[in-house]
């Protein structure tokens, strides 16, 4: 028993420093919590560090939601900073060709506010939060530390000590460390070893599935002149080369070069690789504009080779907790598809909610270490059960939204259904009327209370339709049975 007015000081081990696992240990820290966090690679600020899906840089969509998570931990300072090096996405450009066969471009905004997302580079968002980590006094990192096991029951976990740069024989086994700790958090990933060890102790459904499509990095690079570097499509939006079953996009960098991504079947990449000749005609007949303008044939075809062609998964179980031992965030708990860049923005909110909550059954000081971890359970008993929903529920809309971005992005009904939501919200604030994409980007609306939004308003346009349709069906009878009348008495 500790004696009174002794405060616990918790020891909370998080897995993971990418920005989930960071934005973590950040609120642990801020709490007052020694934070010690273990990470396989190498410090990510370096680099030369490869990242574990082997492509050289990723621009992701930072939104309301994932801001909103640093806006709570009351430090302006970083929120600007990262802030700052964002580039504003106002809306989504729909590349393609005209009825005449030209190129067209079609402005589509997000959100008839005028709200944006914003493109932000993942290594410098990183690097923001570990720098600030850093600066902390009681927190420790260690990268290339490897998680080999977990006893939840004892609060006790392994790390292999690699060394990346002393390479050691394949006969020798890596050093291990023995870890104690009251609260583990994993944040690494959609392939999570905490998740692995976690489901020992816990009964966890867990369902994974492979979509149907590959994803493959390409680069616009800047404009260069004279004067300076440019870039080569106005920058303030997601550009967007729908094609039903494929679909290219391009996200804007701070250097004015542009992010590239190709999502395709996996058999149509296997074609281009065994017909290598066939690879620039696909790109003039599918993504009209790209190639020669954007991407010269010589680099598409490096990149398309020499990048991997890499799986999409999306991942779902319960519960997210064991005890009051360990908890999973981010793509541990959820891996997502990235087709409503959703993915780091929900691990964010993970991270807020998670801490809420933890904060709301957080023990008084001077409570024994038993108190605190069986407030704790408690917690993370309620965070299992509020979160859980949700992120099954942004899970499958990421699947809804790849069917949107490649194909009904250029349908008229679906631009037609867009425009009256947003007429309806303007004209009519009182009834909270919104897209869902709004509600998903700009709100911190829990997704699964969106999910039952949308579904009304949809439910109540089917009907306005419905009688619409009858009214002006009823309406041209009597019309018609007027004239029939006026027809008779004029004879």
Not at 65 to 94: D, K, S, Y
Not at 348 to 358: A, P, Y
Not at 383 to 406: F, K, P, S, W
Request: hydrophobic letters at 35%; aromatic letters at 10%; proline letters at 5%.
């Amino acid at each position: 028993m500790l004696e009174a007015n002794t405060k616990f000081k918790m020891k909370t081990v998080v897995v993971g420093a990418g920005p989930v696992g960071s934005l973590a240990a950040l609120n642990a820290a801020i709490r007052g919590d020694d934070v010690e966090v273990y990470e396989l690679r190498s410090d990510l600020r370096d680099p030369s560090t490869t990242p574990l899906n082997f492509t050289r840089s990723i621009n992701l969509a930072l939104s309301e939601r994932g801001i909103n998570a640093m806006r709570c931990l009351q430090h302006p300072t970083l929120l600007n900073n990262v802030l700052e090096e964002t580039i504003p996405m106002r809306g989504r450009m729909i590349h393609g060709r005209d009825s005449r066969g030209d190129f067209s471009s079609e402005p589509q905004a997000y959100d008839v506010h005028g709200r944006c997302i914003h493109a932000i580079d993942r290594a410098g968002l990183n690097k923001r939060l570990l720098d600030e980590l850093e600066k902390m006094p009681n927190v420790k990192l260690f990268f290339e530390h490897k998680i080999t096991g977990a006893d939840f029951k004892r609060n006790v976990a392994w790390f292999e000590q690699r060394d990346s740069k002393n390479k050691i024989s394949s006969q020798t086994r890596p050093d291990e460390i023995e870890v104690h700790f009251d609260f583990m958090i994993g944040a690494d990933g959609a392939h999570s070893a905490v998740r692995y060890h976690m489901m020992k102790y816990a009964r966890v459904n867990y369902h994974q599935e492979y979509i149907d499509t590959l994803w493959c990095e390409f680069r616009i690079p800047a404009l260069h002149t004279e004067q300076s570097d440019d870039f080569r499509l106005p920058p303030n939006y997601l550009h967007i080369w729908p094609g039903d079953e494929f679909m290219f996009i391009a996200i804007p960098s701070l250097d004015r070069s542009f992010t590239c991504t190709l999502f395709m079947p996996e058999r149509t990449f296997q074609q281009l690789q065994e017909s290598p000749a066939e690879l620039e005609q696909f790109f003039v007949t599918k993504f009209p504009g790209v190639v020669p303008d954007l991407i010269s044939p010589d680099a598409l075809h490096d990149q398309f080779h020499s990048n991997p062609h890499l799986p999409l998964i999306s991942i779902k179980c319960s519960p997210y907790h064991y005890g009051s031992s360990c908890v999973i965030v981010g793509d541990a708990a959820h891996a997502m598809v990235p087709f409503y860049g959703q993915g780091m923005n929900a691990g964010l909110e993970d991270v807020r909610v998670l801490f809420q909550t933890l904060n709301r059954y957080r023990a008084q000081d001077g409570e024994d270490p038993k108190t605190h971890s069986e407030n704790r359970a408690k917690a993370l008993e309620e965070y299992t059960q509020h979160r859980t929903v949700d992120g099954h529920t942004i899970n499958d809309l990421a699947l809804r939204n790849y069917i949107e971005m490649r194909s009904l992005v250029r349908s008229p009904l679906y631009r037609t259904r867009k425009w009256l939501e947003e007429r309806i919200g303007v004209w009519f604030p009182i009834l909270g009327w919104s897209t869902q994409y709004s509600r998903v980007s700009f709100s911190n609306e829990r997704y699964s209370e969106i999910e039952k939004a949308v579904a009304w308003q949809g439910r109540v346009l089917g009907s306005a339709m419905i009688l619409l349709s009858l009214g002006m069906t009823a309406g041209g009878v009597r019309l018609g049975l007027r004239m029939l009348q006026a027809s008779k008495h004029r004879s």
